[in-house]
């Protein structure tokens, strides 16, 4: 069965920095590209980052470039959202996700598989 757990959301004021796990269980973790979205109450799903298999390119939304950083660890089939200087817009429950093969990796649809979210409250 596969699993994408999210853990590291919580309170922070502005300015304050979180940083966002999701271990993944189930399928060749090696193998699977890896997104973050997150969704405002009242929105859909907005894409935050990505990071491909290798690890060695990332891409980001333009409200959070700069901020924000994804990582990976492939040993630990663990994904990672460092947020710093976090505004309270980036208020949302962050939901991580993977995808293989060649896909667009800016639309929530060409992810496979979803986590539950972890809900993250940034406060001015």
């Known amino acids: 069965q596969v699993q994408l757990v999210e853990s590291g959301g919580g309170l922070v004021q502005a300015g304050g920095s979180l940083r966002l796990s999701c271990v993944v269980s189930?399928?060749?973790?090696?193998?699977?590209?890896m997104g973050w979205f997150r969704r405002a109450p009242g929105k859909g799903r907005e894409f935050v980052a990505h990071?491909?298999?290798?690890?060695?390119?990332?891409a980001y939304a333009d409200s959070v470039k700069d901020r924000f950083t994804i990582s990976r660890d492939n040993a630990a089939n663990t994904v990672y959202l460092q947020m710093n200087s976090l505004k309270p817009e980036d208020t949302a429950d962050y939901y991580c996700?993977?995808?293989?093969?060649?896909?667009?990796?800016?639309?929530?649809?060409?992810?496979?598989?979803w986590g539950q979210g972890t809900q993250v409250t940034v406060s001015s």
């Open positions: 996700a993977a995808y293989s093969g060649v896909r667009n990796r800016y639309l929530e649809n060409s992810y496979n598989y």
């Open positions: 189930g399928l060749a973790f090696s193998h699977y590209a």
């Open positions: 990071i491909f298999t290798s690890a060695e390119t990332t």
